[in-house]
T-cell receptor, first 116, second 109 residues
């Protein structure tokens, strides 16, 4: 079956541009996570959705970062006025986990963002 | 101090060797995940553990909740096992993952 897909796979932006990164989770998965992985580093949590509700956005590094999942399926991570330090791979993961019932997280291939 | 510590950071082995990667954590968790990432590749989930031990093929994962420690073992290692292995713990409330720094494994023929 189809896994988690992300688009675009690669994005080059000039500093100051806005970008939008898309995640298509596995159909029916309740939970959706965004992570940021800088070059040579481990991933770090950005934000978490349970269905359409954004329950945790504590990892978003600044107010230039915004995420939504309006219908509880596809999610978009938007970065406004991109800066060079935003260059990273942005990973999306989905799962059927709910509170008190953890589950495997399935990762997409990531979007590699390069800000020039 | 990181909430999730892995050791070793780098590991080289000859084909056929038994490999152990260790993970210690300092926060309350709902589960612990072992993940695999190939260079330039995506992340694949190997195991999710809440207690005890799991085995899949040549891979074995164990967890000791009281000691807050987990190990990933690879038996009869093969060059195709070369990858970064990441330990990640799931936050008790939201299930968001807190990642270790990863262990880079290279298995030579």
């Amino acid at each position: 079956g189809a896994g988690v897909s992300q688009s675009p796979r690669y994005k080059v932006a000039k500093r100051g541009q806005d970008v939008a990164l898309r995640c298509d989770p596995i159909s029916g998965h309740v939970s959706l996570f965004w992570y940021q992985q800088a070059l040579g580093q481990g991933p770090e949590f950005l934000t978490y959705f349970q269905n359409e509700a954004q329950l945790d956005k504590s990892g978003l590094p600044s107010d230039r970062f915004f995420a939504e999942r309006p219908e509880g399926s596809v999610s978009t991570l938007k970065i406004q006025r991109t800066q060079q330090e935003d260059s990273a791979v942005y990973l999306c993961a989905s799962s059927n986990s709910v509170p008190d019932s953890p589950d495997t997280q399935y990762f997409g291939p990531g979007t590699r963002l390069t800000v020039l | 101090k990181n909430e999730v510590e892995q050791s070793p950071q780098n590991l080289t082995a000859q084909e056929g060797e038994f490999i152990t990667i260790n993970c210690s954590y300092s926060v309350g968790i709902s589960a612990l995940h072992w993940l695999q990432q190939h260079p330039g590749g995506g992340i694949v989930s190997l195991f999710m553990l809440s207690s005890g031990k799991k085995k899949h093929g040549r891979l074995i994962a164990t967890i000791n909740i009281q000691e807050k420690h987990s190990s990933l073992h690879i038996t009869a290692s093969h060059p195709r096992d070369s990858a970064v292995y990441i330990c990640a713990v799931a936050d008790y409330n939201t299930d968001k993952l807190i990642f270790g720094t990863g262990t880079r494994l290279q298995v030579f023929p």
